[in-house]
């Protein structure tokens, strides 16, 4: 492995666990619940899993939840 990688390890750790921990409180949240602002669940999951790079879980806590 390359050294500089290394030297960038501790940072790019915790960032992959946040990702996939919105990821997957997104997807529960998108599965659990009924109504949302705008769309469906399924154009919820389908952009949410598109754009898994916290900018799919992130539109849909913008524009599709609903509480």
């Not at 790019?12 to 659990?32: K, M, R, S």
């Not at 109504?35 to 599709?64: C, S």
């Amino acid at each position: 492995m390359n050294t500089d990688f290394m030297e960038f390890l501790p940072f790019l750790i915790p960032l992959a666990i946040a990702q996939f921990a919105l990821l997957g409180y997104t997807l529960h949240h998108i599965l659990t619940h009924d109504h949302y602002k705008r769309g469906n669940r399924t154009t919820w999951l389908v952009i949410t899993i598109l754009f898994m790079n916290y900018v799919g879980p992130i539109l849909y806590f913008i524009f599709g939840k609903e509480d």
